[in-house]
């Protein structure tokens, strides 16, 4: 944040449980009002980077005629970690364990409480709700397709077809930045609409229902880019392309084409990180032939402050209709366990042999 002290607005709007301090950037002088704020689960980095890239590219680029366009149109807030005691130990949830995108009703944390403060205050035109996704997510079911980017509208009731005003600008926001970003994906890797089943205690739907146009971006997987930097690049073209069809729009008629959002094709969970196919394993006399699938987890080293990733087995069996970063067929080979055994349980660390 000392990068942008001279060229933007830094304040502290609060404390979290463990007494750190939450700030709020401010940038541009116009009359619509953007608010963007990200790690409300604190080991979700990936939408802070981006923010300071946003940031990054408008101080680097001050006199464009198209950052001072935005600039002189928009007055965007960033939060950019909403939850610093999560962060810390690179946890999910808040210091009492609190998940921060559940307590949009009884907002019991404080730092839930310093966000809804923020937005009443301010009143902002538009939200940016940002998170990170699990690698879980594919985009159709025809192929591996791994979700770069999933959007949402938060819902704002259970019935499918009820849409408030808020909630079709957000549509339609969405709308343009999918279009904009096709231009541009790489080869493998698409974009996805996230399930729009209501959470009613969640921020985005919470925030949507009370007429506040709310839109969560998801910064997926793309292969081998374990730090997400390829990722991080594709949500920061997200974030100005949105704020960039707010401004030239002046805030008006956002929802115009709000009905192509459902063109959008949905998340599918079908993948996995790998997947050995067709491995013989052995129970006393029996043979059988299984597909073992693993995940990557995330091992925090709380001395060195650093991140090491694992891999674990999370299914067994016919898995013919998952897709998986990496693969191989291990046809005729046998499954032995690090202390010999000859078959695979769920929960077993990749420490195996398959020969």
């Not at 970063?325 to 660390?349: A, V």
């Amino acid at each position: 944040m000392n990068r942008y002290k001279n060229t933007c607005s830094i304040i502290s709007i609060g404390l979290s449980i463990e007494k750190r301090k939450i700030f709020k950037i401010k940038w541009g002088i116009g009359k619509i009002k953007v608010l963007i704020w990200s790690q409300m689960h604190g080991n979700e980095t990936t939408g802070t980077k981006s923010m300071f890239d946003v940031l990054g590219f408008f101080i680097k680029k001050t006199n464009c005629d198209w950052v001072q366009f935005l600039k002189k149109n928009l007055t965007i807030l960033f939060i950019p970690m909403l939850n610093p005691d999560g962060s810390e130990i690179f946890q999910r949830r808040n210091a009492i364990n609190i998940d921060l995108n559940r307590d949009a009703i009884r907002l019991q944390s404080p730092e839930i409480q310093i966000l809804f403060k923020e937005i009443e205050k301010n009143k902002p035109n538009i939200l940016f709700n940002l998170h990170d996704q699990r690698s879980i997510y594919n985009v159709g079911n025809q192929y591996f397709n791994p979700s770069i980017l999933s959007f949402l509208s938060p819902s704002i009731s259970r019935e499918k077809d009820i849409f408030s005003i808020s909630r079709k600008k957000s549509m339609g926001i969405i709308n343009f930045i999918v279009k904009e970003l096709y231009k541009v994906l790489p080869d493998i890797g698409s974009i996805g609409r996230f399930s729009d089943e209501l959470y009613p205690t969640a921020t985005g739907d919470r925030l949507q229902k009370l007429g506040y146009p709310c839109i969560l971006i998801e910064s997926g997987n793309h292969p081998q880019d374990f730090h997400k930097e390829i990722i991080r690049k594709y949500t920061v073209l997200s974030i100005l392309s949105g704020i960039y069809f707010i401004s030239y729009n002046k805030g008006e008629n956002l929802e115009k084409d709000y009905k192509f959002y459902f063109s959008i094709p949905k998340n599918e969970i079908i993948l996995l990180d790998k997947i050995y196919r067709k491995v013989e394993i052995q129970k006393n006399k029996d043979k059988f032939l299984v597909d073992i699938g693993l995940m990557n987890f995330d091992k925090f080293d709380f001395m060195k402050k650093n991140i090491s990733v694992y891999k674990k087995i999370v299914d067994i069996g016919d898995l013919s209709n998952f897709f998986a970063y990496e693969e191989s067929i291990e046809t005729g080979k046998k499954f032995y366990g690090e202390k010999g055994e000859s078959f695979p349980k769920i929960g077993n660390i990749e420490n195996f042999r398959i020969i």
